[in-house]
């Protein structure tokens, strides 16, 4: 029964998430009385539980497809920044938001990729190698991203992000992986719920984030909600294009596609409150990224599914 529930709320992990974020906008006093620094206490736990599903054979892909794993990392590191860089000039956002985009655009992957990759029928193996590359090369290349397309908008702490991203991302990741390494028989009898368990803590994330932004949220209009809408769709695009003019099996494009589109927009949010709190509607593009990637991917997924596996 229990695995019932588990398997449902993972399946249905877009609903979930959605109706988080509609109940933080219409009710955000339910949530207000918590504070935003648990946001990175969070993040922390669903990266820990990504480390625990995380073997060393994960990373046998690195070293028997290091192109495609190159490739993918690549195109998560240059796609979405420039993507978020274009979409800000061209729809002449607001310095505030137009750095929470940009921050968006320079995350690694989401954690969700992996189980939307599966559910899209992708190469799950190359998908668990870009997440945990990306994830690895990301306390270097996001600072650097947002200081290169940001640093003329406002003042950028590198060194700062660079640390926050470390003990919020890399140190949970590893922490799980060590757990997993050394108590197998511990994570065996827990794995399978984890997917649950990390949707309502993801949703549990964006209820917190929108909450505390939801006024901002109203008064932002619906032209942000388009702006990170085309973010995510142009980039689940691009990587499919990448992969297809490389000529990379089926499989290989979806997840490709999928790593580049789904980024890890709870940790834009926890940058942009944690560096640019002199900057609170910076928040904004991060929490309507969260919930509504995890709906896009959804609908691809389902989409990629039906699809010729063959093509």
């Known amino acids: 029964m229990i695995q019932a529930v588990c398997n449902f709320i993972a399946r249905w992990m877009g609903a979930v998430v959605l109706l988080s974020g509609i109940v933080a906008v219409l009710v955000p006093e339910v949530f207000l009385p918590l504070d935003m620094w648990m946001i990175n206490p969070l993040l922390g736990v669903i990266m820990f539980g990504m480390g625990l599903t995380l073997k060393p054979q994960d990373f046998r892909v690195v070293f028997q497809h290091p192109k495609d ?26 310095d505030e938001l137009a750095l929470g985009v940009i921050l968006v655009g320079c995350c690694p992957g989401g954690t969700a990729s992996n189980v939307i990759t599966f559910l899209a029928r992708g190469d799950l193996a190359l998908s668990v190698g870009m997440t945990a590359m990306s994830t690895l090369v990301a306390p270097v290349l996001t600072p650097l991203l947002v200081w290169l397309m940001a640093g003329t908008m406002v003042d950028v702490d590198t060194v700062g992000m660079l640390l926050s991203i470390l003990y919020v991302v890399v140190a949970p990741i590893a922490v799980g ?8 028989r511990f994570t065996q009898r827990i794995v399978t719920y984890l997917p649950a368990f990390s949707t309502l803590v993801i ?10 932004t939801a006024d901002r949220l109203l008064t932002g209009g619906m032209l942000v909600v388009l702006v990170v809408m085309l973010h995510n769709v142009i980039g689940l695009a691009a990587g499919y294009t ?8 089926s499989a290989k494009r979806r997840a490709i596609s999928i790593e580049v589109g789904m980024q ?3 940790l834009a949010s926890s940058l942009a409150t944690l560096h640019f709190a002199a900057y609170p509607m910076a928040t904004i593009p991060g929490a309507i990224f969260s919930v509504w990637h995890n709906i896009s991917g959804a609908l691809v997924a ?3 599914s039906r699809s010729d ?3």
């Open 302 to 304: 389902r989409i990629y």
């Open 203 to 212: 949703a549990f994330a964006v209820a917190l984030v929108v909450s505390h």
């Open 177 to 184: 992986f060590l757990v997993q390494h050394f108590f197998p």
């Open 69 to 94: 794993v190159l490739i993918g990392c690549l195109a998560q590191f240059t796609a979405m920044p420039l993507i978020a860089w274009l979409l800000v000039k061209l729809f002449a956002l607001p």
């Open 264 to 266: 890890n927009s709870g």
């Open 242 to 249: 990448i992969g297809r003019v490389l000529d990379l099996p």
């Open 309 to 311: 596996t063959n093509q």
